[in-house]
């Protein structure tokens, strides 16, 4: 159904927005998209206080509201593996979350899904902004 990783010893599997979700992320992000893509090459459990700290720097300029959007986005599409191992849960349901989840533990959980929704996005953009400032004229 989609990627699944462990955060803080619990499983859990980012699955897929729709395009017109992916969308509005992006326009979101845009402001920050720089920073949010080199972010993908952060070691975070190697160095998570860095991690975050990025993580901080490349969120700081974008409003509340944009922010609350992409994160309940990306919980409303993570799934909680259930203790024993007998299924999973939906993380967010009907605009509530459904397990306590602490402030760092849900922005890996959205870094997680950004990654698992975007990365074909976050591929082109880099590949675009690569190419900035090469001509391409033959006049």
């Known amino acids: 159904m989609g990627k699944e990783f462990e955060i803080g ?10 395009a ?3 969308l509005h992320i992006v326009r979101r992000l845009l402001p920050v998209l720089p920073g949010l893509v080199e972010l ?6 190697n160095d998570e206080a860095a991690s ?3 993580l901080a720097t490349a969120l700081q300029n ?5 922010v609350e959007y992409v994160i309940n986005a990306c919980l409303d599409v993570t799934e909680r593996r259930n203790p024993g191992g007998d299924g ?3 993380v967010r349901v009907n605009g509530a979350t459904m397990f306590t989840v602490g402030l760092v533990d849900m922005l890996k959980i959205a870094m997680e899904a950004v990654q ?3 990365a074909d996005f976050f591929g082109a953009y880099r590949s675009l902004s690569s190419q900035e400032g090469t001509s391409t004229s033959t006049g």
């Not at 499983?11 to 927005?17: L, Q, S």
């Not at 993908?40 to 459990?45: E, F, G, I, M, S």
């Not at 974008?62 to 944009?66: S, T």
């Open 9 to 18: 010893g619990v499983k859990y599997r980012a699955g897929k927005m729709n």
């Open 20 to 22: 017109f979700t992916q």
């Open 40 to 45: 993908q090459h952060v070691d975070w459990k």
């Open 52 to 54: 975050i700290s990025a």
């Open 62 to 66: 974008i409003r509340d509201e944009d």
């Open 88 to 90: 999973w849960a939906k």
């Open 116 to 118: 698992e929704n975007l």
